[in-house]
């Protein structure tokens, strides 16, 4: 079986994409790398992916009362520097079908998840 990956984004080059917490499994669904590519593509410039996917066991995942949509293999956070970035990558989600998007000082969570979108902040 191939590993899940696309043009620019592939879990051997771009570590983030796989579980961090020492695991390093990677349960990536090609759907969603399928989109990021697409986000990536639109924007015509690299994309720095700071966490892909994430075990049950990952520090962040297990504060959570149900592992999130990282531990899904749906969701991304890309780094940003300053608003320009941050609204551009908004745009971009959105046009990319993103129905996850959350939005911190430093990165842009966006996913692909199923049911209802939702739009948070850190």
Known sequence: ?????TK???PDTD????????????HVKQHA???LQQVRDVLNR???VTSGYRCERHPEE????????HNKGVAFDVAIVGGAQRYEVIKAGLQ???????????????????????AWEY
């Open 15 to 26: 570590g983030k994409l796989r579980c961090t917490c020492g695991c390093g499994q990677y």
């Open 96 to 118: 990319c079908g993103a129905t996850g998007i959350g939005v911190a000082k430093t990165f842009v969570h966006l996913d692909w998840r199923d049911g209802v979108p939702m």
């Open 8 to 10: 620019h984004f592939h």
């Open 62 to 69: 297990r504060c959570k009362p149900v592992p999130g949509q």
């Open 46 to 48: 690299p994309l720095t």
């Open 33 to 35: 790398l399928d989109q």
């Open 1 to 5: 079986m191939s590993m899940v990956s």
